[in-house]
C-alpha cells in the first residue's frame, strides 16, 4: 500500500510553484500521469526524501517514511527506496558493474561478498553480464537503462520510483523495454511508481494512474476496473497506434478526462 499526501513549494526568482497532492493505492504499479510541468517529479523527489514537504505524510507498505504533523522524516539511505531518474544519471568514470554497485559501497567498505552475488545476479538478469566492465558512454539508450534500474534495484528497495524511465528512448525501444519492466515489476512483486506523460506507458504497465496537472490531482483511474473519480480536465491527447485491447478504449477516455 502507497499512501502519499504532500504539501510543499518551491520557487525561484520568477516562478513559486505550490503542490498540493493526495492519492493511496495498493496497486503494484502507480502510475503519475500528467503534462511536464505539473508536479510529478517532485512528488517523486518528496516521496524519495529529496525534498522536504510542508505538511503530509508518505507511507510504503504501512511504514512511515515522513509525517510532518508527528516529526517523522526518515534519513533518505534508511527509506529503502529505488529511484530511477529521467537520465539515468550513471557514472561516467565508473564501469557498468561499479555502477550498479555504487549504493552498496563506500570509500571505507569494500563491497560484501554477498552483495557481490547479488550485483552479478542483477547484471545477469538484465542482460548485462558481458558489459560488466564497460563504461556508460559505450552503451545505447536502452543498455543504459538496464544499467540504471539494476543500480536502482541492488539496495533491496521497499519501493521503485521511476521517473520518465522511457522519455530519452525511441519509440520502438519503448515498446521493448515496456514489456521488460512489466516483467520485472511482476517477478520482484515491488510497489512501483511511475511518472509518465505518455498514456502508452500508463496503459502498458499501471493498474492505478492519479492524473496531475497544475500541481493538484485531477483524476484518478482504476485501471483494472475502467472506472475513474475526480475532475475532468482536457490534459492530454493520446494517439492510438493499434486496436485497443478489451477495455482499452475506455481506459483512453478516462485517462484523457472523457
Not at 492505478?208 to 500541481?215: E, F, P, Q, S
Request: glycine letters at 6%; aromatic letters at 4%; a positive charge.
Amino acid at each position: 500500500m502507497i499512501d502519499v499526501a504532500l504539501r510543499l513549494a518551491v520557487s525561484d526568482a520568477r516562478r513559486r510553484f505550490e503542490l498540493d497532492v493526495a492519492f493511496a493505492s495498493a496497486a503494484p504499479v502507480v502510475a503519475l500521469y500528467g503534462p511536464s510541468g505539473s508536479g510529478k517529479s517532485l512528488t517523486l523527489q518528496a516521496m524519495a526524501g529529496l525534498l522536504r514537504p510542508a505538511a503530509g505524510h508518505v507511507r510504503v507498505g504501512g511504514r512511515t517514511l515522513f509525517d510532518a504533523a508527528a516529526r517523522i522524516d526518515v534519513p533518505v539511505p534508511a527509506r529503502g527506496v529505488g529511484y530511477l531518474f529521467q537520465h539515468y544519471a550513471l557514472f561516467p568514470h565508473l564501469t557498468v558493474r561499479d555502477n550498479v554497485a555504487f549504493g552498496l559501497t563506500s570509500w571505507r567498505q569494500r563491497l560484501a561478498a554477498d552483495d557481490a552475488t547479488h550485483v552479478d545476479a542483477l547484471l545477469e538478469s538484465f542482460g548485462l553480464k558481458a558489459l560488466a566492465a564497460s563504461r556508460p558512454a559505450t552503451l545505447s539508450g536502452g543498455q543504459q537503462q538496464r544499467v540504471a534500474l539494476a543500480r536502482a534495484l541492488a539496495c533491496r528497495p521497499q519501493v521503485l520510483l521511476l521517473d520518465e524511465p522511457f522519455a530519452a528512448l525511441n519509440p520502438m525501444l519503448r515498446r521493448q523495454l515496456r514489456d521488460e519492466l512489466a516483467a520485472v515489476c511482476a517477478r520482484l512483486a515491488l510497489p512501483v511508481v511511475l511518472i509518465t506523460h505518455d498514456v502508452e506507458d500508463v496503459l502498458a504497465l499501471a493498474r492505478h494512474a492519479v492524473l496531475i496537472d497544475g500541481g493538484r490531482v485531477v483524476r484518478e483511474v482504476d485501471l483494472e476496473r475502467a472506472e475513474s473519480r475526480g475532475a475532468t480536465p482536457d490534459l492530454l491527447e493520446a494517439p492510438a497506434p493499434r486496436a485497443p485491447r478489451p477495455h482499452e478504449a475506455r481506459l483512453r477516455e478516462l485517462l484523457d478526462g472523457g
